[in-house]
């Protein structure tokens, strides 16, 4: 059901924003972006629920440091929006919070999304959730900020690879330069997003990257990632974000993947492609996301996710 922000906001004065497990710089941005449109329009200061730990990288992002890990589970809240979530289930336990509000929005880009909460904004097409919130922004008439477009240029920037994927259109790039001429700095930005990795995660990834595997004549290339691997790096969850994207860039790979342990039983998995429809697979384990750009989680153990995963490739 599509909706009208201006009339939902107005009738709610507790506002809980969320988003998702392993937040990236879409989900980081789109929740900062309206959180300062909230409260420039209706002067309403909402809460920011982030479900894992943030990124080193984007504790740059205005007013990030006002977002919470946890929340008091029995807070009720007048509306809760959830921003660049795929799926409910990837806020985690703050799902709590989103079953019992009295109204909840659900605003996204993913064509795998279940159309979840009482009202939704949807936008397949879209390159990112900031993408979406710049459109909606625009065409109601929201005043932009140059806080808003800093994050909302973020959220854009890295949901497509700093415009180089191929979710990035004419439309994204129009987007982008609005941005910037409304105060977001691309060059301090991508510093922000790309140039300010710890020595800890250069080291890990490049040890993962190492020790790929590849199969089909090259064209499946995977690395995985063991609870060892990570204490041995004091490594955060964020720092398998990427390497799909390296080994994807190899002249000879179709398909690039990162198996994660999250325990004995149950593994992760990010997916990337040139030309093959990874969401489609992911689906087949409760994930999905882009068509080029997905992830699941598999209730097997590393191996056996692999395997899983290689058999549902079609190669």
Known sequence: ???????????????????????????????????HMILNRFKIKSDMNIVSNLPFNYKFLPKIELAE??????LVYDLVITLDVASIERVLDSKILFDKAKVTV???HHK??????????????????????YNYF????????????VCLYTAIMTDTGNFRFENTSAKTLRAAADLVDLGANPNILYK??????????????NYCVNKAEFIDDNKIAYTTVYKKDLEKFSAGD???DGIAETLRAIESTEVAFVAKEVDTKLTKISMRSKSI????ICSIYGGGGHTFAAGCTIKASVNEAVNKIIKEIPL
């Open 238 to 240: 964020d720092y398998t």
């Open 138 to 149: 625009k065409k109601n008439n929201w005043d932009i900020d140059k806080n808003s477009a």
């Open 69 to 74: 890990r946890y929340y008091d589970k029995s």
């Open 112 to 133: 795998t999304n279940p159309c979840f909460g009482n009202f939704q904004i949807i936008e397949p097409n879209a390159s990112s959730c900031g993408e979406v919130l």
């Open 192 to 205: 922000n997003c790309y140039e300010s990795k710890t020595k800890n995660l250069v080291m890990f990834q």
């Open 1 to 35: 059901m599509n909706c009208n922000l201006d009339d939902i906001i107005k009738n709610s004065k507790k506002i809980l924003l969320l988003s998702h497990m392993n937040p990236d710089g879409d989900t980081l941005g789109s929740m900062c972006a309206m959180y």
């Open 106 to 108: 659900n605003i996204d």
């Open 277 to 280: 429809d990874v969401a489609q």
